[in-house]
């Protein structure tokens, strides 16, 4: 974590709750539920401030997002982490729209098929979710599992990933 760092935050209403954006003048650096506790993220407090670009224009790809209008965000990240989280969590950003992975896929992607408790301990603390899309990580029988955002916004994510996902990214030859 950056110790020189200024946060800055905004929340927005989304389809799966309220949500908090954080940010350093570097990218996001967060987005966590209002509602829960993102401790586990150790961000740091952050001021209020909606008009920061890198906030607004987060605001505007999660609506596209939401409006089935988006697949791919393209907003500058500041992840905060270790080494390892970090690994794993640029790793989600390669996971494509409409697609699952296992924990042990991404164990296996990492190089050590036997970190999955390692893989799944990153997840937790994945501090810019929906767009680092740790909701498209499944247990290895595809039950949802493991959301700090829940298991219900993970299956609403998980549906309109889904049901609007565009034929081209249907086929995945991984499968």
């Known amino acids: 974590m950056e110790a020189n760092a200024n946060y800055v935050y905004k929340i927005i209403d989304t389809p799966v709750g309220p949500i908090h954006l954080i940010a350093t003048e570097k990218g996001l650096s967060g987005l966590v539920w209002a509602d829960k506790d993102y401790i586990r993220t150790k961000l740091p407090t952050a001021t209020y401030n909606e008009e920061t670009p890198v906030l607004i224009q987060?605001?505007?790809q999660l609506n596209e997002y939401f409006a089935k209008k988006r697949?791919?965000?393209d907003i500058p990240?500041?992840?905060?982490g270790t080494a390892f989280?970090?690994?794993v969590w640029k790793m989600l950003l390669g996971v494509p729209y409409g697609t699952t992975r296992?924990?042990?896929q991404l164990a296996q992607q990492l190089g050590d098929s036997k970190a999955v408790r390692a893989v799944g301990g990153a997840l937790n603390k994945n501090p810019i979710a929906i767009?680092?899309?740790c909701h498209r990580i499944v247990g290895t029988s595809g039950k949802l599992v493991g959301f700090a955002g829940g298991i219900r916004n993970k299956s609403i994510l998980l549906d309109l990933e889904q049901?609007?996902?565009t034929p081209t990214l249907f086929f995945n030859a991984d499968y």
């Open 58 to 60: 987060t605001e505007l």
């Open 71 to 73: 697949q791919i965000f």
């Open 77 to 80: 990240l500041d992840f905060q």
């Open 85 to 87: 989280q970090i690994k």
């Open 102 to 104: 296992t924990y042990g």
């Open 131 to 133: 767009i680092a899309p």
């Open 163 to 165: 049901q609007y996902r």
